[in-house]
């Protein structure tokens, strides 16, 4: 069984940082896509950042570009999401979810999600 298992949400005053972790546990990330989603009250959940955990090809979303970097680390086995400038319109729970790297691949494990709160 895989489990996802994020950390590192807080509360930040606009103009912070956070670094959130999600680790994963019943086997590695190798051959998986790992991605990062989170939801605003009243808003649909929204994508993020993704990284191929092989390939170390990245991804952002448009909002997260220039602010948001994704990593890895092999040793830990967990993928990192670094939050740089934080404005009040990134207040959400943020989730981890991991999906195969193949074609048609889905994202069927998902962490309990871990706030993120950020102050004017």
């Known amino acids: 069984q895989v489990q996802l298992v994020e950390s590192g949400g807080g509360l930040v005053q606009a103009g912070g940082s956070l670094k959130l972790s999600c680790a994963a546990s019943g086997r590695t990330f190798s051959s998986y896509v790992a991605g990062w989603f989170r939801q605003a009250p009243g808003k649909e959940r929204e994508f993020v950042a993704r990284i191929d955990w092989d390939t170390e090809i990245t991804y952002y979303a448009d909002s997260a570009k220039g602010r948001f970097t994704v990593s890895t680390d092999n040793v830990q086995n967990t993928v990192y999401l670094r939050m740089n400038n934080l404005k009040p319109e990134d207040t959400a729970v943020y989730y981890c979810?991991?999906?195969?790297?193949?074609?048609?691949?889905?994202?069927?494990?998902w962490g309990q999600g871990t706030q993120v709160t950020v102050s004017s």
């Open positions: 979810a991991a999906k195969p790297s193949s074609l048609g691949g889905t994202y069927d494990y």
